[in-house]
């Protein structure tokens, strides 16, 4: 199942994989996702002639053995294409009336085939998928494999009527026996005959605008999609990149109204139905499709702008997605572009950079119900330069033309209030003809905004050059400060403060609090510095303060103007002519243009973010804490880590309740790690009063990990239990690669859970068929204990 699912994806139609061939190729949209030739309808009406093979508790009635059918159809085993109908307990013959339709796009009729199956259902069968993820193959009772649809449709090996509407209802002859089948009798079942009675209804998919318009069907609640929308991601052109060389972007795709494949209008997000995502795509400053595609001066002039620092870049995505439409003046597409560092590829909270809203309505009055999509993204949130989105919208409309003498639909031409079908069809007319007034007047309004938004962003540099003139300056913190104080009680410690001036001018611009006995004071103050003339330099000073005295320079630092300006500044600085040499760090963050902090951070000498690895697998010997009244003292213990003096560097792991022996595996990475930094462990006991309690802590020295790493135990320092307790981790080397180490309680637990989870398999082999059903109930209880503890274990998130 999952390695059918990956396959799926890549290359079963009608997912397709592009290959470029030649130099004047277009976007890969038509290879990708080509029209679609028609509209696939199916509606399982009912199953007859299956052979029971369980006792039930209808059988005390009856006598006999019985079934709990339903039925499940696919196109091509596609997964994601799938109709599961309801079940119908204790009935051989049964028969649907609702939830047993679904929709599928067909693009290659005479290769392209349906699956039919049927499977029992119940409390055993439950059980079992609900171990397995899937239905097992021992619960197939009959099936029809691989009907090509032009066999369903009854046209053979022709497609000549496939341009035309068709509908009939049909009864197709089931497999009730086949190698490997365990179910029942062979000769009973082979004699008895099963068949399905399906309804099938085809309508094709024409190109461009159809001839005649009221083959169309555009209203909410129609029977049949009125649309396929096809929405093709081409690539992303930055004209001035500011993101990481190896930052990953992806463009997720949400049209809403659209129709899922029973037949449901969904205008909520809905992952696969609504929602669609590319795959992700790095910046490249030249692309095989740029060399093929673009003038050679164009890709020369780039490579060349790039070496003094435009940074032009592609992402190239040629990926295409199709929707089922309704109604397209109704549904509106949003294409949101986001990006995710490399490191972090699975991350669940990918950044949103910009964004491009597009009206459907409008494309219905394009040539070729085209639009074309090259424009710069909304709400940007990169460089000064946003970046441009290259997509488009395509619209094909799916006709109702029926063929002559081929099971035209027989509904009746007066509908339930009385009304004709020729008034019924003028009014649809006239409904028509005002959606197609509205999307011109959608079209004009859209226009009328693209202008509108290009004027404002012409205007908009005034107000961006009245920005360079202010920027926002946040002093993070300090560490490793010397101290100039001397304390008779205790050691010797600083009260800091800090300043910023531009250089050449000694006013100050703004100054910290100061905090009292801390070398790693933790300001977080900012301020807005007014009147900034680009190219101005700043100069960072930190005091102390003496009451009374002249406040003693602990350190300072000037960051120079083309390390903040345009793009602003994130990171740490190594500060200057500080007392006895000391070597010490103040963390700052200066705005971009927009007066936004970026996400960048930088250490001292200017290099990018650590690769260095923690991983806290666990600890034992912790102190109980808390107090209970129905069983023994025990404690809710967390761990934590940090780099001394960069309070974003924090990182906690997971709360596990009530024990002294913790498995956290918990693993962060220490972007603000600086060669020469020392690391803080501390466990804590969670308290719901938000204060925690300490257990125990330990500082590791930079030298015992860097840069060769660390595995092992370390012991903990100022535990208020009597015994001795330890921390387990794992520290990377330089380069992020963890050493060899092997943890044997995390073995010891994993193996356990897995022999767990081998005992308490349900396996269909034990479930015998005694004569009587109330003996068939009695050996059944058991099982049905034994999964409802081990489903109850994954509930709760045990490993």
């Known amino acids: 199942e999952t390695l059918n699912g990956k396959l799926e994806k890549a290359i079963v139609l009608p997912n397709r994989i592009p290959i470029l061939l030649a130099a004047d190729a277009d976007h890969a949209f038509n290879i990708v996702r080509p029209q679609p030739k028609g509209c696939l309808k199916i509606s399982v009406l009912g199953v007859s002639n299956l052979i029971g093979t369980e006792w039930q508790l209808s059988s005390l009635v009856t006598g006999k053995k019985s079934n709990d059918p339903y039925v499940t159809v696919d196109l091509a085993g596609l997964s994601s294409k799938r109709l599961r109908t ?20 067909v693009d290659v009729p005479s290769i392209q085939h349906i699956n039919l199956r049927v499977y029992d259902d119940g ?3 439950t059980i079992r998928s609900k171990v397995l993820g899937t239905a097992s193959d021992s619960d197939e009772m009959a099936r029809k494999l691989s009907v090509s649809i032009l066999e369903l449709i009854d046209q053979g090996s022709s497609s000549t009527f496939l341009d035309k509407e068709i509908y009939r209802e049909k009864n197709v002859a089931l497999d009730s026996w086949w190698d490997g089948n365990t179910r029942g009798d062979k000769e009973e079942l082979l004699k008895a005959g099963a068949s399905m009675r399906l309804g099938i209804h085809w309508r094709p998919v024409s190109a461009g605008l159809p001839a005649n318009p009221n083959t169309v069907e555009e209203e909410i609640g129609a029977e049949f999609p009125s649309h396929v929308l096809r929405v093709g ?41 609504t929602v669609k995502k590319t795959a992700q795509q790095s910046a490249l400053t030249v692309t095989l499709k740029s060399i093929t595609t673009e003038d050679t001066a164009e890709v020369l002039q780039r490579v060349a702008n790039n070496l003094i620092g435009k940074n032009e870049k592609d992402a190239c995505f040629d990926e295409a997605f199709d929707f089922l439409i309704q109604a397209p003046h109704e549904s509106k597409v949003l294409l949101q572009v986001f990006t995710v560092p490399d490191f972090d590829a ?47 919208l395509k619209l094909w409309p799916i006709t109702k033309v029926a063929a002559q003498g081929i099971g035209q639909d027989t509904s009746p031409k007066v509908v339930a209030n009385g009304v004709s079908a020729q008034e019924r069809e003028m009014s649809r007319q006239q409904a028509r003809k005002l959606h197609a007034e509205a999307a011109r007047l959608r079209a004009q309004a859209e226009e009328i905004e693209k202008s509108a938004r290009l004027k404002d962003r012409m205007t908009s540099k005034q107000k961006q ?36 001036t531009l250089v050449g001018n000694p006013k100050i611009l703004f100054k910290t609090k100061a905090l009292a006995c801390t070398l790693d004071p933790v300001w977080e103050h900012e301020a807005k510095v007014t009147e900034y003339k680009p190219g101005a330099s700043l100069n960072f000073q930190v005091y102390d303060e003496d009451w009374g005295l002249k406040d003693d320079l602990l350190g300072e630092v000037m960051l120079h103007a083309t390390e903040f300006y345009p793009d602003g500044f994130s990171g740490e600085l190594k500060l200057q002519n500080t007392l006895e040499g000391k070597e010490a760090y103040l963390e700052v963050k200066i705005s971009n243009q927009e007066g936004e902090f970026p996400k ?46 960069k309070p974003r560097s924090l990182s906690k792991s997971q709360v596990l309740e009530m024990t002294l022996e913790p498995l956290w595996n918990h693993e962060i990475r220490l972007r603000e790690y600086k060669p020469g930094d020392k690391l803080n462990f501390g466990i804590f006991d969670d308290n719901w009063n938000g204060t925690p309690t300490l257990l125990g802590k330990v500082a590791l020295e930079s030298a015992k990990f860097h840069p060769q ?54 396996e269909s082999k034990t479930i015998a068929a005694p004569s009587q059903p109330t003996t068939c109930y009695e050996a059944l209880k058991p099982i049905v204990a034994t999964a409802v503890a081990q489903l109850s274990r994954v509930a709760c998130g045990s490993r």
């Open 600 to 645: 960048a951070f930088k250490d001292a000498s200017g290099q990018s973010q650590s690769k260095l690895k923690v991983r806290m697998l666990g600890a034992r010997g912790l102190p109980a804490v808390d107090r209970h009244l129905m069983h023994a003292k025990s404690s809710d213990p967390f761990c934590q880590v940090q780099v001394p003096g």
């Open 346 to 392: 699975d991350s669940d909270t990918p950044t949103l950079i910009g964004q491009v809203v597009k009206e459907l309505g409008p494309v219905l009055i394009e040539p070729q119900l085209v639009k074309h999509i090259d424009e710069e993204l909304d709400e940007w949130t990169g460089s000064h330069v946003p970046a441009k989105l290259n997509a488009e």
């Open 86 to 105: 309801s079940t119908k307990f204790g009935n051989l013959e049964p028969t649907w009336e609702e939830d047993n339709t679904v929709y599928f796009l």
């Open 465 to 500: 050059a009245a920005k360079q003139k202010q920027l926002k300056v946040q002093i993070v913190g300090a560490r490793g400060l010397p101290a100039s104080d001397w304390h008779m009680m205790g050691e010797s410690s600083s009260d800091p403060y800090c300043t910023c």
């Open 709 to 762: 790493g660390f595995a092992g135990e370390v012991k903990l320092e100022e535990s208020p239990g009597a015994a001795e307790a330890y921390l387990e981790i794992v520290i990377s080397n330089e380069s992020g690669k963890y050493p060899d180490y092997t943890c044997e309680r995390l073995e010891k637990a994993a193996a356990a859970v897995a022999s767990e989870a081998t005992s308490d398999e349900v």
């Open 233 to 273: 991601i081409a690539n992303l052109v930055f004209k001035q990149n500011s993101f990481a060389f190896n930052d990953l972007f992806q463009v997720v795709c949400t049209v809403t109204p659209t129709m899922n494949m029973l037949g449901d209008m969904v205008d909520e997000p809905l992952a696969g139905v």
């Open 123 to 125: 409390l055993a069968q």
